[in-house]
């Protein structure tokens, strides 16, 4: 957890920022990110997909400041969603999103507003939107978005992040609704007063968290790369006997590869999370903070030549 702090202060900085998107870093960028564009991003969702995984798409994007950009990313998505009701592939497809992308910080009025033009689009086909979760200054507000929204879209949802106090209630609310869940540990610097920052505890309330949406939710999706909690969850699946049609395992493109594909031939549906867009860096300082090796391609790069 030090490491990850120290990562994502360090990614707020201008000169780490300007490094990570020189060109040596490129072949990191492109373990990460599917793609800039929305066709080659959709050119791997399908390759995937004709391998027998699930893809959710994500164009890359936070925090926009004006309404046209909010307005513009509405679009971009509105442009992704035609085009994945168009692909042959549509069944095996859905759509992640950040509010915060869609005008949240402008106001909650605007996200919803975007967020249904979205749903709308989507609804007739069947096709999933999820909210991705953000820093836990949106949590709360997510949630409220999702139990106005579900009534009439059921075809959105949310993602709880184990690491915050709050999330047991959270995970009750959207059982309640009905909603699907992704569980997920948390990928935000957060601080002691709302978030564990131990790893064993966050270890711990998501395997609690993950038992609760397996047994009581609604096709709940189980984040993680975590080979000790995946073999915990596959031990508590087969104890209860929970059907594989009722839950979905997902992870994200460039990460562990080995275990996405020893998962999917052992049967279970696999969701590979897309992410494409230039906006990427954001995301981009996520996934370094994850993972010391990350950092460590960093400062052999660096000190190579
Ligand atoms: C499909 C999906 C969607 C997500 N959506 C959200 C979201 O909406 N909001 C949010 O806050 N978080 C989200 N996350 C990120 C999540 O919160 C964690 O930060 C991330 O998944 C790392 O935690 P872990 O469960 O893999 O376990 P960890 O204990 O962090 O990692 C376990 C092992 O996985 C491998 N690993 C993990 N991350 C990396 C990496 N970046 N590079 C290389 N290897 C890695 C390593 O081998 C590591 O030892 C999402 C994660 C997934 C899989």
Redesign the pocket.
């Known amino acids: 957890m030090v490491f990850r702090t120290l990562v994502l202060k360090l990614a707020a900085f201008k000169p780490f920022e300007k490094l990570t998107k020189s060109k040596l870093f490129r072949p990191l960028v492109k373990r ?1 990110v599917a793609g800039e564009d929305l066709d080659t991003a959709l050119k791997v969702g399908e390759d995937y997909v004709k391998q027998g995984y699930l893809v ?1 798409m994500d164009l890359l994007g936070e925090n926009v400041a004006t309404k046209q950009e909010a307005d513009a990313e509405t679009s971009a998505y509105i442009e992704m969603a035609n085009r994945i009701i168009a692909s042959p592939q549509r069944d095996a497809m859905n759509i ?1 999103v950040k509010l915060t992308a869609l005008g949240m910080d402008l106001s909650d009025e605007i996200a919803v507003e975007n967020y249904k033009k979205i749903l709308d689009v989507c609804k007739p086909h069947d096709i999933f939107v999820r909210a ?3 820093a836990s200054q949106y949590c709360g507000r997510t949630v409220k978005i999702i139990e106005q929204l579900f009534a009439n879209y059921t075809n959105c949802g949310t ?1 709880l ?1 184990a690491y915050l106090h709050r999330t047991p209630g959270d995970i009750q609310t959207m059982i309640g609704l009905k909603a699907r869940v ?1 569980i ?5 610097l957060e601080p002691d007063t709302v978030a564990y920052q131990i ?1 064993s505890k966050v ?1 711990e309330m ?1 395997v609690a968290g993950a038992k609760t949406l397996l047994l009581d939710g609604n096709y709940p ?1 189980i ?5 000790k ?1 995946i073999a915990l969850i596959k031990e508590f699946i087969k104890q209860e006997a929970i059907p594989r049609e009722r839950y979905e395992f ?3 493109f460039g ?2 590869r080995d275990l996405q594909e020893m998962l999917l031939k052992e049967g279970y549906n696999v ?1 590979i ?1 897309i992410p494409y867009g230039a906006a990427w860096y954001p995301y981009f300082s ?3 903070a ?2 010391p ?2 950092m460590l391609f960093i400062a052999k790069s660096l000190f190579k030549k």
Do not use: C, P, W
């Open positions: 990460f959710s992640s991705d979760m953000e993602v992040q992704r997920v540990k948390g990928a935000y790893k270890d998501y999706a984040a993680t790369h975590d080979e909690i997902q992870m994200i990460v562990r969701r999370y996520r996934r370094l994850e993972r090796a990350n």
